[in-house]
């Protein structure tokens, strides 16, 4: 993965949304392009509205005001069967994985082959063996329940039920929560991967600083109900703005880009091109 790719496509518009619960505005006039085969990371305090943004977009919630387009259609007035369909072509990663306790991995993994096709008991579960190797978890593990495995293996099994009916896009909710360093290692590894080998869109919601520098090509950051500003992490770090530095420049966050290889391009006379200041535009 390199930050000097050139993506030029958008695949996901938001423009002006607001979200609101009650008399509580999450999100006013905010805006975001992400680019078609690119990974970004939302960040920001927790209560900005990162996972209900990617809600939002796969049309599990919807906003009170505003536009959001995939792949050129507005998604915000679809209809039933077209939201199945902007869904086929979007997986989602939830918090925690969100597997079903009662369905084995294998299950889980077949759940949405059966909810959104017609395929044969034998291909499905041809498919589901695939999916399942293609995350590195081994064969023995389409057997098991949640209860019998262990946190990377349950995000790893997520990943996979995500990845079943071939999407275009993957969300990713805090992908590398509660694992072990090297268990968030080798998930950032699956994902640069997944990313290249099957030509994914992916956008994170994160807290990982090792996650932010190993995997994306840039950074939305929310801060105020909006996008405040997206960038390559190694333009982000040079911004003088308090609650930046505070993320990037604490204890962790130098220790994170002290430890990781990037591929952050030297700056050169032309300055920050890749930054995008003021709700993502």
């Known amino acids: 993965m390199t930050n000097q790719t050139m993506f030029t496509e958008t695949i996901i518009e938001i423009n002006k949304l607001r979200t609101q619960f009650g008399t ?12 078609r085969g690119e990974i970004i990371a939302l960040i920001g305090d927790s209560g900005v509205g990162k996972s209900t943004l990617l809600r939002e977009i796969i049309v599990l919630e919807k906003p009170a005001a505003g536009s959001i387009k995939v792949f050129g259609i507005e998604v915000l007035n679809l209809s039933d069967k077209q939201t199945l369909w902007l869904r086929r072509h ?65 995000k790893r099994a997520a990943v996979a039920r ?23 290692g080798a998930f950032d590894e699956l994902i640069l991967r997944l990313t290249e080998s099957l030509g994914l869109t992916v ?13 994306t090509n840039r950074v939305a950051v929310l801060a105020d109900k909006q996008v405040f500003v997206v960038a390559p992490i190694c333009e982000l770090i040079q911004l003088d703005h308090p609650w930046l530095q505070n993320y990037f420049q604490g204890p962790r966050g130098r220790a994170a880009r002290f430890n990781k290889i990037t591929n952050c391009p030297e700056r050169n006379e032309e300055g920050n091109r890749g930054m995008e200041i003021g709700n993502g535009k």
């Open 24 to 35: 509580t505005v999450i999100h006013e006039n905010l805006s975001l392009r992400v680019q």
């Open 162 to 184: 995500a990845l079943a009916l071939d999407p275009n896009i993957l969300f990713l909710d805090e992908p590398t929560a509660g694992l072990d360093p090297i268990g968030a």
């Open 203 to 215: 956008v994170i919601v994160t807290h990982d600083l090792d996650l932010l520098w190993k995997v």
């Open 90 to 154: 979007c997986g989602m990663m939830f918090q925690q994985g969100a597997l079903f306790n009662s369905l084995t991995v294998g299950e889980n993994v077949a759940v949405p082959l059966y909810e959104h096709t017609q395929l044969s008991e034998r291909l499905i579960k041809e498919i589901v063996a695939f999916k399942i190797a293609l995350v590195g978890l081994p064969a023995s593990a389409k057997k098991k329940y949640p209860a019998q495995l262990s946190g990377g293996m349950i």
